[in-house]
């Protein structure tokens, strides 16, 4: 019996640099094609950004849906389609991931949440 993958859901935090909130959701509103090709590309769907004010904090909820989450990680953090978005978005962010120095460090950038909990019905 061949066992079906469910996807793994994924919740990360970075803080928002309160000046840079107008052109951040600015340029979500109109994301490069690249950057969500690479979306497809590295199996995550369902995936959106949230805005906590009161903390300055994005939340970002995503599905992944492949069955390597570390390695379409390393690829995704190697794919020039990503480079140029990042350099933009990173500037407006600071980062909750202790040493992180961008998007590209292999420490990540956006901090990893645990689940504690899912109700899926």
């Not at 803080?15 to 979306?39: D, F, G, M, T």
């Not at 904090?57 to 989450?69: H, P, Q, R, S, V």
Request: proline letters at 3%; aromatic letters at 12%.
């Amino acid at each position: 019996m061949v066992e079906k993958h469910t996807g793994k859901r994924i919740c990360q935090i970075i803080r928002l640099k309160p000046e840079y909130l107008e052109k951040y959701k600015e340029c979500h509103r109109s994301i490069w094609e690249p950057v969500a090709r690479n979306l497809t590309k590295y199996h995550i769907e369902d995936y959106s950004i949230h805005y906590a004010p009161m903390f300055n904090l994005l939340i970002a909820n995503m599905k992944y849906t492949g069955d390597n989450w570390e390695r379409d990680s390393e690829l995704s953090r190697n794919d020039p389609g990503n480079f140029e978005w990042w350099e933009m978005t990173d500037e407006m962010q600071e980062t909750l991931v202790e040493g992180s120095t961008g998007s590209r460090d292999e420490k990540g950038w956006w901090l990893d949440l645990e689940e504690v909990f899912r109700n899926d019905h």
